[in-house]
RNA sequence: GGGCAAUUAGCUCAGUCGGAUAGAGCGCCAGCCUCCGGAGCUGGAGGCCGCAGGUUCGAAUCCUGCAUUGCCCA
């Protein structure tokens, strides 16, 4: 059982007793200082003023209950103003090698969101380009989103929604046929906001070579239309291998193109007008969004009757609810921030809660080498991308490193590092704890020495403070996992992963385990070391990182 | 001009329902291989948590103002 439930009901308990209900605002943390126990709780503190008591005297009494508790708890005491502080026993840690053996690759797995139909959308490039390392990031981010997500009991759904109705795929179209008339030796301008990148003449001369000359004789509107297509068609081809490769899979693929075809963003304006949240002012069809705490109505029709994206991008979310989505989640380029607003009101209009709707935005990623900016700007086509991080550093180094920051905070990135597999590329300090544990096992079947089951005579030798530093970080893993999921933030995972390793190198260092002397104590820290082992497999791969078994 | 976010050790960053003496990695200094993987470990120095007020038993955390930086919008 948990450490945090376990606890929770005893102190429940011992307060009834004192004629008092539980405090809701009541907290039971790790403190800080390991003296102050494994847990402590203010609810004294908070409970005081309503027994009439001073808190110092409450918590006494507190305490007395907790001490008859039973095994589990070695003792109890008063700190401070009020604090009550808990030291759990030995053999109430030493159950966790049962939880995470019994469990294995379910070990840290919740139903804390159970109920809940979840989707994440994200990366959702618009198909104009290879993506880039700030897509890189975006995916590492959804995708281990998705992960932690299911590990807690949510249905989960990923998508990818393709903007593919927009004049940026025109101006893709305009940006091939111009490369493709140079390439054939004809003079002709690149569009002024046309793409510049290297892999529009790329693209340009691979049509070159498969149409040849047909493209000049046909009407301009045709050979358009067929860059276009054909342009979509092959970068959308690129999207895909790239996804693959950085083990990313969007379960639906969703067309813009296919959801203004469907009539559903007309629709979606017809309903907003009959609600009276949309009207017509100067031409142009307007949203009242300000009416759901956004600074300004916005357009959804401009005066020459073109849909604006927000149009569509509302009609696409009444989509999502409509297919039964109890809580969306979307992964946005920070950027986009001044969107969140109006998108949150435009969910309400829809008749559901602002918080229906989560946005999780991702910063820019730096990057960088040898300590010196590359610079990176689509348009200029001066950027690195995704594919060529991976091929330089590996889908793992990029995925973690992506995921050991706040996603909302901008991440310098320097490959040369990176590729240097020292310490500075945390990936491999993690990845190593796990090598490690597994070479170790192999050493011990090589010795004939078999790793049995935990009994509880064998886990009882797992007393020394490095053997309980272990088994409270081993405990720790399902509250972090549901803490990562509550605050949708995988870095809580890699913190821990690092935390983790940081520990069983300690460990290692300190306490020999097949060279110990002693069968039995050898016996006990084996199962410790694969419960360890477990724990960081089950971590990475909620990261989407793998655990090797040898480096 | 308006809005959003950020500001924590020399550098890069954790610290999300307010808790006790604020943490990690890198870098720097000093150590550890007869031994299961040294891609490792141990110890040390290093802080006005941007500044100033406020809320309370208690603030890096919540509120207000200011400064600086980044982004978005007109």
């Known amino acids: 059982m948990r450490a945090y439930t376990f606890l929770l009901d005893v102190l429940k308990t011992a307060v009834n007793n004192q004629g008092l209900d539980w405090p809701e605002k009541a907290g039971i943390e790790p403190p800080r200082d390991k003296s102050h126990g494994d847990l402590a709780s203010n609810a004294a503190m908070i409970l005081g003023k309503k027994a ?7 918590a006494e009494r507190v305490v007395k209950e907790v001490m008859q508790s039973g095994p589990m708890i070695a003792r109890a005491e008063v700190a401070g103003p009020g604090f009550v502080n808990v030291f759990f026993s030995n053999i109430f840690w030493q159950q966790t090698i049962h939880a995470v053996q019994n469990q294995g690759q379910a070990y840290g797995r919740s139903q804390w969101g159970e109920g809940t139909k979840a989707q994440v959308e994200y990366v959702s490039a618009n198909p104009t380009g290879p993506l880039h390392i700030g897509h890189g990031r975006g995916a590492a981010v959804g995708d281990s989103l998705a992960r932690i997500l299911r590990a807690t009991g949510y249905e989960v759904s990923t998508e990818y929604y393709l903007n593919d109705a927009g004049r940026q795929m025109n101006l893709l179209g305009r940006s091939i046929w111009a490369r493709y008339q140079q390439v054939k030796g004809i003079q002709a301008p690149l569009p002024e906001d046309g793409y510049k990148g290297e892999y529009i003449l790329e693209l340009a001369r691979e049509l070159c070579a498969e149409q040849g000359e047909r493209l000049l004789a046909a009407d301009e509107d045709e050979a358009l239309r067929i860059c276009r297509q054909w342009g979509v068609e092959r970068i959308l081809a690129g999207i895909n291998s790239d996804l693959d490769m950085f083990r990313v899979e969007h379960q639906v693929w969703f067309s813009e193109q296919k959801l203004v075809q469907s009539g559903a963003v007309d ?15 100067d031409g142009a069809l307007w949203f009242a969004s300000t009416r759901f705490g956004d600074d300004k109505d916005r357009v959804l029709r401009k005066s020459d009757g073109e849909l604006t994206y927000f149009a569509s991008d509302i009609a696409y979310h009444a989509d999502k609810f409509t297919r039964g989505f109890d809580l969306c989640i979307d992964v946005w380029g920070a950027d986009h921030h001044g969107y969140v607003p109006r998108m949150r009101a435009a969910v309400q209009a829809l008749g559901r809660r602002a918080d229906d ?9 730096n990057l960088q080498r040898k300590g010196e900016q590359v610079a990176m700007s689509t348009r200029s086509g001066q950027f690195v991308t995704l594919s060529e991080v991976m091929r330089e550093v590996g889908t793992d180094a990029a995925r973690f490193i ?3 920051r706040k996603s909302d905070s901008s991440l310098d990135m320097d490959l040369d590092l990176l590729k240097e597999q020292s310490m500075d590329n945390p990936v491999y300090y993690v990845q190593y704890a796990h090598a490690r544990i597994c070479s170790m096992l192999a050493r011990a079947e090589e010795r004939g020495v078999r790793a049995g089951r935990p009994t509880e005579e064998v886990i009882s030798r797992l007393n020394t ?17 549901q803490g990562a999921a509550r605050t949708l933030s995988p870095h809580h995972i890699s913190f821990y992963l690092l935390d983790l390793a940081g520990s069983l190198h300690r460990y290692y260092n300190r306490h020999p385990v097949l060279n110990c002397g002693d069968e039995d104590l050898a016996q006990a820290r084996l199962q410790l070391m694969i ?5 960081v497999r089950n971590g990475l791969n909620l990261l989407g990182v793998s655990a090797p078994e040898s480096m």
Not at 357 to 365: D, F, H, K, P, T
Not at 465 to 481: A, G, H, I, Q, S
């Open 267 to 281: 629709k979606t304006l017809q309903d907003l007008q009959t609600s009276g949240l949309a009207y017509e002012q």
């Open 465 to 481: 403070e490095e053997d309980l530093e272990l088994l409270k970080m081993l405990e720790r893993f399902p509250d972090t996992v």
């Open 357 to 365: 709707l989560q946005v999780v935005l991702i910063q820019l990623v």
């Open 531 to 535: 419960s360890v082992a477990q724990v």
């Open 52 to 58: 009439g008591l001073p808190p110092r005297e409450l």
């Open 402 to 404: 992506f995921l050991t």
